[in-house]
DNA sequence: CCACAATACATAGCAACGCTATGCTTTGAT
DNA sequence: ATCAAAGCATAGCGTTGCTATGTATTGTGG
């Protein structure tokens, strides 16, 4: 019998182009059609089925990217030796990756947020849950605290901030509320008000994006 | 000269014709397109456009909808004379109704929830600060506590567990969680901690929909 | 070394999408 | 009774994602 023989290779280098791509115009907001994506890149439509699959299959490693795009951006907080100004400063990261990239963060969160590969979004999680630990460890959190539920208590407090944000309803200077809303969710865990005040507040530091607002509160402008 | 003569009326009939069938396919998971909306009910497409002028507008006369049914939802909680325990009931009622009509929820909040009336939508959130203004006069929460603010928290964590529920990543076991973290939020607010976990937990009753889950936490089984 | 089989990719065409142009029908004020 | 305006059905346009088909390319077995 024979074994199969090899052909064309997949160049890796066309599957970022595409990917890198439709993220530039998801942020420059013109629409990501299957011809669009591929007007001008030289590649024609079929190449995003012999990497993706579908135009589905796209979005999905969209998702995928927001995810990586997330975890690196929570890598890059430095540990310290207080666990609770560290919680607060991956959500200070975690926010300030959605509004960095309001539109991929939206994609990342519809259709359910399948992936292929979970082990991003797994480790965003755990990230919060060895730190919760840690403060745990030192004291700071009573040792009743589940730190798979703080940390998951944290993440919705995250995500409600930055999923009201990104899509619209809430400006961007509602995004100050995440230090005392952190504040009260860890002083509810057990440490010291005033502590965790600071520490929060350090952690969070300046509000992700600070910056001059384009939109009102509720009722929104009919701008 | 001449005034301009009448001519057909339209049928509000047909308006919620459309409407309620769009809901119910939303539900049931069919795709809602101009054609499949208007498949069987004896209308032709063109009626989208006379009631909607197009499907943009129909989506918009949806997330109007989802929020008429959220302030219905919001008003049939009856007021007691713990207003604590009356905000906790109004998140457990805010949860209830997303997680009933998951679908209608998610269209509510993307596309920016541009309304044509935001009536809707600002009376729910002045729901939320009547009863903290009553928490206050009632001397539950500290004077220094700005009731739009705290609304604005109590709607962040709601947001943020429905959209994690509704959306996926998260069981809807994690609904539970609402209870301890609204009342670390009132607790910050100057709410006595063991009379605050009493009125939340009296609020907020069994979790909204303690009901068997389908999904895993994050990592979700490839089901 | 070379022929072959399997893969990558371009082209063209399909059903379904939202939307608009057109004309018929209905209606209410004059 | 008349007639302009509005409701609404039909047909067709451009675009969508996708698939079928044909061509080019390349690693490997003989």
Redesign the pocket.
Known sequence: ???????????PA?RSLLLDRAAQMLRTRQ????????AGT??????????F??????WKALRQEGFTRLATRLAAVKISADPVRDLAALGAAYLANALENPDLYRVMFDAGFDLEDAGAADETLHRLVRSIERAKASGRFRDEVDPLELATQSWTIGHGLASLVATGPLPHQTLAHGAPMLTALFTSAGDEPARCRQSVEQGWGRPPGAVADRRAVVRGDPA
């Open positions: 019998m024979y074994c199969g023989a090899m052909a064309r290779t997949k160049d066309v629409p990501v059609t299957l011809r669009t994506l591929v030289g590649v024609s439509t079929m190449a995003v089925y012999t990497y699959g579908g135009m589905d299959g796209l």
